[in-house]
T-cell receptor, first 109, second 114 residues
Framework: GQNIDQPTEMTATEGAIVQINCTYQTSGFNGLFWYQQHAGEAPTFLSYNVLDGLEEKGRFSSFLSRSKGYSYLLLKELQMKDSASYLCAVVDSNYQLIWGAGTKLIIKP | EPEVTQTPSHQVTQMGQEVILRCVPISNHLYFYWYRQILGQKVEFLVSFYNNEISEKSEIFDDQFSVERPDGSNFTLKIRSTKLEDSAMYFC????????????FGQGTRLTVV
């Protein structure tokens, strides 16, 4: 079967750095997305990785290792508005998104 | 910035009634999708649509569901006879390329079946 694993919940302090991990087992791989979702709102696109390595975009970076079936999202200089769920989603061999359950990130002052 | 728009933002309907959820994808996008998210649960794929036909659908997308692109701009999801368990957020998404799907989501329609 297809499976995406990420921690259910994480807590971090404002101004700090947090890393959210995602591991996956899917039928084929055509890329990995990270989305941010505030409660009651739509997912918003953060990053897309298809090659191994680190992609940096401002305070957010995403890393991919295809051989390990592993990705992480790194958030730096955390702000209170970063409190949200972070969803990992993998594009499988049929170009469909397989979604993780999301990691709820709680930022404390 | 171009965006995917969905209407209505919230729909309340009685069990057994038909509902139509509407979406206007980004104008130059060719691939369209519907997802749902039951409160507190993960996002679930329903269906993808390309070139005026369904390209993929999930087990959730049974005979009670249908999609249509009635004109050049709208993309609709119809649920023929709603059930209580259809209550969820329904998200429409569109993408320009097949290999980078669903980069853009609409704000969702919250469907409540009573």
């Amino acid at each position: 079967g297809q499976n995406i694993d990420q921690p259910t919940e994480m807590t971090a302090t404002e101004g700090a750095i947090v890393q959210i991990n995602c591991t996956y087992q899917t039928s084929g791989f055509n890329g990995l997305f990270w989305y941010q979702q505030h409660a009651g709102e739509a997912p918003t696109f953060l990053s897309y990785n298809v090659l191994d390595g680190l992609e940096e975009k401002g305070r957010f970076s995403s890393f991919l290792s295809r051989s390990k079936g592993y990705s992480y999202l790194l958030l730096k200089e955390l702000q209170m508005k970063d409190s949200a769920s972070y969803l990992c989603a993998v594009v499988d061999s049929n170009y469909q998104l397989i979604w993780g359950a999301g990691t709820k990130l709680i930022i404390k002052p | 910035e171009p965006e995917v728009t969905q209407t209505p933002s919230h729909q309340v309907t009685q069990m057994g009634q038909e509902v139509i959820l509407r979406c206007v994808p980004i104008s130059n996008h060719l691939y369209f999708y519907w997802y749902r998210q039951i409160l507190g649960q993960k996002v679930e794929f329903l269906v993808s649509f390309y070139n005026n036909e369904i390209s993929e659908k999930s087990e959730i997308f049974d005979d009670q569901f249908s999609v249509e692109r009635p004109d050049g701009s709208n993309f609709t999801l119809k649920i023929r006879s709603t059930k209580l368990e259809d209550s969820a957020m329904y998200f429409c998404a569109s993408s320009e390329k097949l290999d980078i799907p669903e980069a853009f989501f609409g704000q969702g329609t919250r469907l409540t079946v009573v």
